[in-house]
């Protein structure tokens, strides 16, 4: 199976790397590689020879958040449309947080909106040392919907109100605090440390990797159907607001929105 903008690469140990493969974009998030993404998932899932997988992005940047020229788009779409974009946010989301693999994410860059919410599925994310993240959202009159869960699973309801709502950016040091990366490293030392994560899974059974991850979200917080319908709903209504349309064309229009002074 070929993807347009991920790679799925696999090595003989088992080790699959997923890149997201769009570096002049950022590794921004367009509807094209939400289904990639959908289907890789469903691809590493079904593979028995696969051990682990990493996650991590080509070029500069992990992932600046969703493409805004398709948040654009969903603006002149209409409901229906609208509601079913946002569910393919959703449903890639869910595949990768419920991959019956280790889920090692390799954050190589900067990650914002989205970005955040991917490194949020990994069971243990690595970041660089001069990397920025941020829930950038609210500043485009959005908000970080379909990744709530996930974000707020990960840092706890406490964390996630000091970055969730404020937009503001935050470095690799806060993140780590935050609880979104487990560690960070010096770019040049990223390879190996997620080369550390990886070794152990080799030694263990594959079956009981799967169901151990299995019971971590049955006793974790409940992310099931009606979670995200809810969160997809939240989307869908915050993209007909008047905020998010002035904050999407302000950005194109390079202009600071109506809302500050």
């Excluded at 243990?124 to 379909?146: Q, W, Y």
């Excluded at 997809?232 to 064309?249: F, P, S």
Aim: hydrophobic share 45%; net charge negative; aromatic share 4%.
């Amino acid at each position: 199976m070929t993807f347009e903008t991920v790679i799925l690469e696999t090595d003989a140990r088992g080790v699959a790397t997923l890149t997201l493969n769009r570096p002049e974009k950022h590794n921004a998030m367009s509807a094209q590689m939400l289904n990639d993404l959908t289907q890789a998932a469903g691809r590493l899932a079904g593979d028995d020879t696969v051990r682990v997988v990493v996650l991590t992005g080509a070029g500069k940047t992990f992932c600046a958040g969703g493409d805004l020229g398709w948040m654009q788009a969903q603006m002149a779409a209409d409901p229906e449309t609208r509601f079913r974009e946002a569910r393919k946010l959703a449903e890639m989301l869910q595949a990768l947080n419920t991959l019956p693999k280790p889920l090692i994410g390799a954050v190589q860059g900067n990650a914002f909106g989205g970005g955040v919410g991917m490194a949020s599925v990994c069971d243990v994310t690595i970041g660089v040392d001069d990397l920025k993240m941020g829930l950038t959202e609210t500043r485009l009159g959005l908000i970080p919907a379909t990744i709530g869960p996930y974000v707020v699973a990960r840092m706890g309801e406490a964390r996630a109100r000091r970055v969730f709502m404020s937009a503001r950016l935050f470095d690799a040091a806060e993140a780590v605090k935050l609880g979104l990366l487990a560690r960070i490293v010096p770019a040049s030392d990223l390879a190996e440390a997620v080369e550390a994560e990886v070794l152990p899974y080799l030694s263990c059974a594959p079956g009981a990797v799967a169901s151990a991850k299995q019971l971590v979200h049955d006793l974790g917080p409940q992310i099931d159907d009606k979670a995200i319908d809810h969160t997809i709903r939240a989307l869908v209504d915050r993209w007909e607001t008047e905020e998010a349309v002035e904050g999407i064309a302000a950005f194109f229009d390079k202009r600071k929105p109506g809302w500050i002074g």
